[in-house]
């Protein structure tokens, strides 16, 4: 709702992107107003504090060019509001919710506050649907299940713009007709970066699907912190209002908690672990806590956020305290990246806590929690060989040590490193057979009897080998 515009002309001084303002203590926290100079241009802003002495603006834009003594501030919306329509599905905003694309602005079937409205806890369902990504080491080592939030601990240089944007083209809930959405949301993107998404939705016809929302680099660090929720607001609402199952990818989350911090900084408020606002716990918790299967509804929001991680530090405050909110964490390994192994996902730190719901007989395959837990023991054993040849030679190895040793390798190569190859879940589970059969059956003491009888020996067929022979 629109509100009558009332002016606050005593702008007592300007920091940053901050505007501070006198006799305002009847600005609502979140409200969005006009910011006038002496010009007549109007620049946006948003009500961070509010006190009996004045209230704080953050500027959407620079604020060079303002002047204490003629600039005014007036009232336009209560809150921080997004327009929203099922129309929105494949097209393109900015960080504000803008139309990018040059297409007319959506019609707005409903404004929606963008800071959503809690969820009720009582009302929520338990996840346990899987959602298939097409990437093997996610879907059977790490499964995402509808209604969580499983985030993507990266680092820079490593490909996970790429990771992305494939998770986008390929995520579906398998044997579901109901229908699925993607709301992906770019914080601080290059220009370079913004192509690439742009270029890459379109190419592969993900964005018929998809409602994108683009923040860039060069855009102001306030209009950062708005993105995330403007994409979650459009994924509520297409899942609650319309019954989709809207996945959310939020791309990176390290960009979104600078601007935190940078506007902290403006503020001159007390920092806290590396600089960062000690309330960035409880910010970031707003957003992933977003995520979720209502009880009675039939759509959900699940979510994937990607951040990056400062020199490659799983310590760092912002994975450390992402780790505490979300059910589990997808590691992108920087040693995989240098063998050339796409995507590099590394299953031995990733983790995901819910995955037990949502897979097994009925879901997925009865086999898959079995498999997935001999791939991981299997691994590990092979990478602490690889360690050992390091020191003492292969000579000083058993002969099922070596065979380890192989699966290491064959499992980087075959089963990690798909490219960019769709693979169903039985797919991701004809690999993964393929390569324990090279193993004797006396090792694969995390399967059944059962599925070895079934599956053992499976060969896999040539194209999920990228066309590279390999002896069985």
Not at 140 to 149: D, E
Not at 294 to 323: C, F, R, Y
Request: charged share 25%; with cysteine.
């Amino acid at each position: 709702m629109t509100l009558l515009q009332k002016e606050y002309n005593d702008v007592a001084y300007i920091s940053g992107p901050l505007l501070f303002v006198n006799a305002a203590s009847d600005l609502a926290y979140g409200a969005i107003v006009n910011i006038k100079d002496a010009n007549g241009k109007l620049r946006g802003g948003q009500v961070i504090t509010v006190s009996d002495q004045n209230a704080v603006i953050q500027v959407f834009g620079e604020t060079r060019g303002l002047d204490l003594a003629t600039a005014s501030v007036s009232l336009v919306e209560d809150v921080a509001r997004l327009g929203v329509s099922k129309e929105m599905i494949g097209r393109r905003f900015d960080g504000l919710g803008r139309p990018i694309d040059g297409l007319p602005a959506v019609v707005a079937e409903k404004r929606l506050s963008i800071n959503g409205q809690a969820m009720n806890p009582t009302a929520r369902a338990k996840p346990e649907e899987f959602i298939q990504t097409g990437i093997s080491t996610i879907d059977v080592n790490t499964s995402l299940i509808r209604g969580q939030k499983l985030p993507i601990f990266s680092g820079s240089g490593l490909p996970h713009n790429e990771l992305a944007a494939q998770i986008a083209r390929q995520a579906k809930v398998p044997g579901s007709d109901e229908p699925f959405a993607v709301v992906f949301a770019a914080m601080g993107l290059t220009q370079r970066e913004v192509s690439f998404f742009t270029q890459e939705f379109e190419r592969t016809g993900a964005l018929a699907r998809a409602v994108l929302f683009l923040n860039r680099a060069d855009d102001p660090a306030v209009e950062r912190l708005l993105t995330p929720r403007m994409a979650l607001t459009t994924a509520e609402y297409l899942a609650f209002e319309h019954g989709y199952h809207v996945l959310v990818i939020l791309t990176d989350l390290t960009n979104y908690c600078e601007a935190l911090r940078e506007i902290g900084g403006a503020r001159e408020e007390i920092p806290g672990r590396r600089g960062f606002p000690g309330y960035m716990y409880t910010d970031l918790a707003s957003l992933y806590e977003r995520a979720g299967v209502v009880q009675g509804k039939p759509g959900s929001v699940t979510q994937i956020p990607i951040l990056s991680m400062p020199d490659d530090d799983i310590t760092h405050p912002i994975p450390d305290l992402t780790g505490y909110i979300t059910e589990g964490q997808i590691v992108v390994d920087r040693t995989l990246n240098a063998k050339g192994v796409f995507p590099p996902i590394n299953p031995l730190p990733s983790l995901s806590r819910l995955q037990g719901n949502g897979i097994g007989k009925g879901k997925t395959r009865a086999d898959h929690k079995n498999v997935s837990d001999q791939l991981f023991a299997a691994y590990a054993n092979g990478l602490d060989l690889r360690k050992l040849v390091a020191i003492t030679g292969e000579d000083a190895l058993t002969d099922t040590d070596k065979l380890y040793l192989r699966f290491a390798d064959d499992f980087e190569q075959y089963f990690i490193g798909q490219g960019d190859q769709d693979r169903s879940i039985d797919d991701s589970l004809t690999v993964a057979w393929g390569i324990l059969s090279k193993l004797p059956q006396s090792q694969l003491t995390r399967l059944s009897k059962d599925s070895i009888d079934k599956f053992y020996g499976e060969k896999m067929d040539e194209m999920w080998r990228g066309g590279r022979s390999m002896s069985m």
